[in-house]
């Protein structure tokens, strides 16, 4: 199996700016991160990174939040300022967003998300679109080697953020607890 270590394949324009989208996912086995680099209509796979659950037990949302780490390391290595991750989970969505006080563990998950990741938005991408979840379980190399995983889902390069997943902010769905058993 080859992975062409050239981000993009045609000469770009430069007047387009360089992002960095950060999808996360946790399953009840494993959570992890992927990170796409986007210029103009053209995606690569930057980097991935996952890890087996902890064995003390935590909800799901918890370990999609601890994702954020990778696109902190690339923001800060490459100086791309303009990041946006994706999630599933409205829970994550909605502590980043309340101005309200939360537990320990996910006050300073998310205090570090926002002091650490600069220009960033969180949004909502459904399960079957991200990325993500594909480092939770067992693939095979044809998975590893098709569009989806390699340049990320096929809207992530439409400029029209309108047409992207969108989240209204409504939690109603969000409030099912996913907890590890």
Known sequence: ????????????????????????????????????????????????SNRVAPIKEITLPKMELMGSRLAKHLQKTLGI???????????????????????????????????????????????????????TREISADKVKNTFWMNGPQWLTIKSESEWPQWNGNTECALETRRRT
């Open 1 to 48: 199996m080859e992975i062409p270590r050239c981000y993009f394949t045609d000469s770009i324009d430069t007047n387009f700016t360089t992002e960095l989208h950060v999808f996360t996912y946790s399953s009840l086995v494993a959570y992890g991160a992927c990170v796409y680099i986007i210029k103009g209509e053209q995606a690569s796979l930057m980097k991935s």
């Open 81 to 135: 300022m303009d990041v946006i991750f994706w999630c599933d989970s409205q829970i994550v969505l909605k502590w980043i967003t309340s101005p309200k006080p939360q537990k320990k563990f996910i006050s300073n998950q998310v205090k570090e998300i926002k002091e650490n990741v600069h220009n960033r938005q969180w949004r909502y991408c459904p399960t079957d679109s991200n990325p993500a979840d594909l480092l």
